[in-house]
């Protein structure tokens, strides 16, 4: 048994390495979009079945309005990158959600998500552009299927273990070991990294849609005030700090605007 669990966690590493073409680096997703993305959909579909989504109203109109610009600079960048049919498969869909929750996301395939709390805090179609680049990117990257992955790693190591282990009293100090082992030290960076690369990656769609990379440091900052400091430590989070996050977007925003130069994009909204 113990060889097989070994056979397996080799055999997904290897046949399911998947390049990401923003950062031309290898990463593990063992779940194609033929298998996720119908999930994804039916799940989102459900959602806003079950909730207040606002149709027709200006703000509504502007979330769909900067989905769409931003998903059509990502489109031209990876077919100027020769990745011409990577989004045959994705749905763009963009909501608003009457719900205080300063949150938006993104499923698998490119169903977003905005709720109405947020607003606040982006303050403008280009705030609105910052928080939806990097929701795009995250469909862009395959960060949902990641996951995914990642999540069945972490399981076949717990059974590894739990098959390797015999003794009762071992094994429960295993389990517990493991369980918070393999998130603090695999998942909780893991998740950080996603959020960090679609900051990157959403940056730069951004600016190639014609928003001002600038404002998303700034935005940041008033995510921040808006926490009124009340976060958990960093190694604790899926999310990096926010601290971290306006240092990154600052030093990041000229190479954003360098990348949209190249698509003649050098004044900015």
């Known amino acids: 048994m113990k060889k097989i669990v070994l056979v397996l966690v080799i055999f997904l590493t290897v046949a399911a390495c998947k390049v990401n073409p923003f950062t031309g680096k290898k990463v593990l997703n063992f779940y194609p979009n033929s298998q996720v993305f119908p999930m994804a959909f039916a799940q989102y579909d459900q959602f806003l079945t079950e909730n207040n989504v606002i149709e027709n109203s200006a703000d509504s109109k502007m979330i ?13 960048w990876l077919v100027a990158n020769g990745y011409p049919g990577y989004l045959k498969d994705y749905k763009w869909e963009y909501n608003l959600v009457k719900d205080e929750t300063v949150n938006a996301w993104c499923m698998p395939g490119g169903k977003i998500v905005f709720y109405t709390g947020i607003l606040p805090i982006t303050q403008t179609e280009r705030g609105v552009a910052v928080v939806m680049g ?12 990641q996951r995914m992955s990642a999540g069945t790693l972490q399981q076949i190591g717990a059974v590894a273990g739990n098959v390797a282990i015999q003794d009762p ?15 603090v030290l695999g998942m909780l960076p893991f998740s ?11 940056l730069q769609i951004m600016a ?3 928003y001002n990379p600038d404002e998303a440091a700034q935005l940041w900052k008033r995510m921040k005030a808006n926490s009124g400091g009340q976060a958990p430590p960093e190694f604790m989070s899926t999310h990096p700090s926010n601290d971290t996050r306006i240092n990154n977007l600052t030093e990041w925003a000229p190479a954003a605007k360098q990348e949209a130069a190249k698509f003649g994009v050098t004044k900015f909204q």
């Open 64 to 76: 769909t309005k900067v989905g769409q610009r931003i998903s059509s600079a990502a489109e031209r």
């Open 134 to 145: 990097h929701e795009v990117a995250h469909a862009l990257a395959d960060h949902g299927a």
């Open 169 to 183: 009293n071992k094994r429960n100090m295993f389990n517990q070991a493991y369980g918070l082992g393999s998130n």
């Open 192 to 202: 950080r990294s996603h959020e960090t690369e679609a900051d990157r990656i959403g």
């Open 208 to 210: 190639i849609a014609g």
